[in-house]
T-cell receptor, first 117, second 109 residues
Framework: GAVVSQHPSRVICKSGTSVKIECRSLDFQATTMFWYRQFPKQSLMLMATSNEGSKATYEQGVEKDKFLINHASLTLSTLTVTSAHPEDSSFYICSATWARDRNQPQHFGDGTRLSIL | RKEVEQDPGPFNVPEGATVAFNCTYSNSASQSFFWYRQDCRKEPKLLMSVYSSGNEDGRFTAQLNRASQYISLLIRDSKLSDSATYLC??????????FGDGTTLTVKP
C-alpha cells in the first residue's frame, strides 16, 4: 500500500523555536498533501491543504504566517511552526493522496508529537 | 450540523461480540467513503473503502446507503485488538475529505 513518511516523530523544544516537519510520499506522486492537528482526546482538525507548486489553502482560524507550508515537489511537503509556543504543542499529522483520482483515500504519515516547553 | 456525524460512543463490548457503527453525511455530492481506525497516540490507518454494493473484508463489513446518506461498519467476532477509534471519512467530488469525530471501541476479555 501507499507509504507516507513523516519526520521527525517527536520534537521537544523551547518556546520561540521554529520547528520544521517533513512529509514524504515514498511510492507515489502526491499532488495534494494535507496537514492536520490533533489535541488529546479530540478529533483531527484540518489545518491546510498543500498543492504541489502552489500556495497552500488554509482552513479558517489557522494562521498562515504561523504555520508555513511548502510543497516544492510531488513527494515532499513541509510544515514549519514558526516561533512555537506551548499552546502549539499537539500531534501534527500529514496525509497524502494520489490526487489525479479524487476518489482515492488519504494515506497518513506517522505523525509528529510536538512539545513546546 | 456537522458534515459527517458518527455515533458518539464509547462502545464497550466483550470479545466475540458483534458491533455496528453508524455514520451519516450531509453533502449529497459526496463521492467516496472510507473507514479508518486510529489507535491511541497514532495516526489514522485506512481500514476499508465503502462501496454502494457493500463490501466485506474478513470480519468487517461496510455498507453505504446513498439515498439515506448513511454508512455503516459491522465488526463480527470482536477481538481485543479491535479496540480503537473508528473514523468515518467522506470525500466530495472536489477531493475534499471530511472526517467524523470518531467512535471509540473497547473490546474487553
Amino acid at each position: 500500500g501507499a507509504v507516507v513518511s513523516q519526520h521527525p516523530s517527536r520534537v521537544i523544544c523551547k518556546s520561540g523555536t521554529s520547528v520544521k516537519i517533513e512529509c514524504r510520499s515514498l511510492d507515489f506522486q502526491a499532488t495534494t498533501m494535507f496537514w492536520y492537528r490533533q489535541f488529546p482526546k479530540q478529533s483531527l482538525m484540518l489545518m491546510a491543504t498543500s498543492n504541489e507548486g502552489s500556495k497552500a489553502t488554509y482552513e479558517q482560524g489557522v494562521e498562515k504566517d504561523k504555520f508555513l507550508i511548502n510543497h516544492a515537489s510531488l513527494t515532499l511537503s513541509t510544515l514549519t511552526v514558526t516561533s512555537a509556543h506551548p499552546e502549539d504543542s499537539s500531534f501534527y499529522i500529514c496525509s497524502a493522496t494520489w490526487a489525479r483520482d479524487r476518489n482515492q483515500p488519504q494515506h497518513f504519515g506517522d505523525g509528529t508529537r510536538l512539545s513546546i516547553l | 450540523r456537522k458534515e459527517v456525524e458518527q455515533d458518539p460512543g464509547p462502545f464497550n463490548v466483550p470479545e466475540g461480540a458483534t458491533v455496528a457503527f453508524n455514520c451519516t453525511y450531509s453533502n449529497s455530492a459526496s463521492q467516496s467513503f472510507f473507514w479508518y481506525r486510529q489507535d491511541c497516540r497514532k495516526e489514522p490507518k485506512l481500514l476499508m473503502s465503502v462501496y454502494s454494493s457493500g463490501n466485506e473484508d474478513g470480519r468487517f463489513t461496510a455498507q453505504l446507503n446513498r439515498a439515506s446518506q448513511y454508512i455503516s461498519l459491522l465488526i463480527r467476532d470482536s477481538k481485543l485488538s479491535d479496540s480503537a477509534t473508528y473514523l468515518c471519512v467522506v470525500n466530495t467530488n472536489a477531493g475534499k475529505s471530511t472526517f467524523g469525530d470518531g467512535t471509540t471501541l473497547t473490546v474487553k476479555p
